[in-house]
């Protein structure tokens, strides 16, 4: 997908972002308490109000893709905090990827930003490069090398490298190695065929919630259809603007999964993105329009899907004080609140705790927190800080990036809690572990 460039204006004729969606929004001030990088920095052009201003700005006339414009641009998380506050119901969400897919095309990036990006798309959104790397990264834990660099303090002068460090994930090395089968039968009378996404950081470094995933939905009667390929969603690229790779993964995603009833995802982020392919798609050639609208109506979140069932399998009790961390591609994004903690709930015994300022980002938000470190520390420590204060003896979330970023900065603090995904939580509770 290319488009032309308008020399006479900022962004190219190609999907802009929409002058009715900017207009939608009347100023109010009602997004700056919710969004982290005005809480941060306190800028007017770091809130959703002040990024709209410069979107429209773009439209007109004689504009340009000026630096400190894509900064501002950059510096938003895309935590969508800013679409639950707003009563006038401006689709930030619209906008803002609109407007990264511009940047993208049109912006000349710096090499070190170019080289950046790529490395972290040529890893993470490939499952097999990321289960060939995970040896090394225990013989790098496991030797005492971590230790080591830590102490000559040669990632400070690299903030980005030593994000990545700091977020990499303790798993054991067999566990990165798991597979689940292609297909897996219901116990019970079948109620639906489920088509299961595995993802790609998901599905190495936390195999462990897919699998509590696929036994829960098995237990609850439902027929699984859990395809090796597509290898990812698309979801980082789509949401840092990266668009022609998005699209491509995108389509392999729908022909995969065509012919199921619902499309579960365990993933908040992933999710989001699934439910997006029909905008993101609008305009393709063919079919694929109606076809990535037809997927995106079948996308269900798993916690959502198990809301639209009455549950069949017993649930035992698990006496618990478990704080539940709002993803925001989940609580924002996907509008998905009470059904996690309503599941949580239906566990007998479990205790489920609420820390203040749910609504804020963690700071992880994709690849945020490596491109932006030093923003994406702070705002972890404080979310961290907000979870203990809830006196939990452990805390469930529901992406895997919101539950790197968190685990790191617990152990930052020197006050680790135990992490699970609410799915992991029921399983322990449907199979009395």
């Known amino acids: 997908m290319t488009g032309g460039v308008d020399t006479k204006r900022a962004f190219d004729a190609h999907h802009p972002p929409q002058l009715d969606l ?3 929004c009347v100023h109010c001030g009602f997004c700056l308490p919710t969004c982290p990088t005005y809480v941060l920095w306190g800028e007017e052009m770091d809130s959703p109000r002040g990024r709209i201003v410069l979107m429209r700005n773009g439209l007109e006339e004689g504009s340009e893709l000026s630096a400190p414009m894509i900064t501002h641009f950059d510096r938003c998380l895309g935590c969508m905090a800013c679409v639950t506050a707003c009563p006038s119901g401006v689709q930030y969400d619209k906008l803002i990827e609109d407007t990264r897919a511009q940047v993208e095309r049109n912006f000349p990036r710096s090499r070190a930003q170019r080289f950046a990006r790529r490395l972290i798309f040529a890893g993470f959104t490939h ?24 102490a000559s303090g040669v990632l400070d002068r690299l903030p980005r490298l030593r994000a990545l460090e700091q977020l990499a994930p303790d798993v054991p090395l067999r566990s990165t190695q798991r597979r689940l089968p292609a297909a897996i039968r219901p116990r019970g009378e079948r109620r639906a065929r489920v088509g299961m996404l595995q993802g ?3 599905r190495v470094f936390f195999g462990h919630v897919n699998v509590a995933t696929a036994r829960v939905l098995q237990a609850e009667g439902f ?15 789509l949401h840092t603007g990266v668009q022609d790779e998005a699209i491509a993964l995108a389509k392999a995603n729908i022909e995969a999964f065509e012919g199921c009833d619902y499309v579960a995802v365990n993933s ?4 989001s993105s699934m439910k997006d392919y029909g905008h993101v798609m609008r305009d393709e050639p063919g079919v694929w329009a109606e076809r990535a609208a037809t997927f995106s109506g079948k996308v269900r979140d798993v916690h959502e899907l198990l809301a639209d069932f009455e549950p069949v399998a017993r649930r035992r009790p698990l006496p618990m004080r478990v704080a539940y961390h709002d993803a925001c591609h989940l609580a924002h994004a996907q509008g998905v609140r009470s059904q996690p903690r309503e599941l949580l709930r239906s566990i007998p015994g479990m205790e489920v705790l609420e820390p203040e300022g749910w609504e804020i980002c963690c700071g992880s938000a994709g690849i945020w927190n490596i491109l932006e470190p030093e923003a994406g520390a702070e705002l972890g420590r404080r979310k961290a800080e907000r979870l203990l204060a809830t006196g939990a003896e452990a805390f469930a979330s529901a992406n895997p990036g919101c539950t790197l970023q968190i685990t790191a900065h617990l152990k930052g603090l020197g006050r680790p809690l135990p992490v699970y995904h609410p799915l992991e939580l029921l399983r322990m509770s449907i199979e009395g572990s």
Do not use: K, N
């Open 22 to 24: 900017i207009e939608d």
């Open 127 to 150: 499952p097999a490069r990321l289960r060939a790397g995970a040896p090394l990264l225990a013989a790098y834990r496991r030797s005492g090398l971590d230790r080591v660099v830590g």
């Open 200 to 202: 790609c950081v998901q």
């Open 223 to 237: 027929e699984l259809h859990v395809p090796s390929r597509p290898r990812c969603c698309g979801a980082l690229m």
């Open 268 to 271: 908040a982020g992933c999710g």
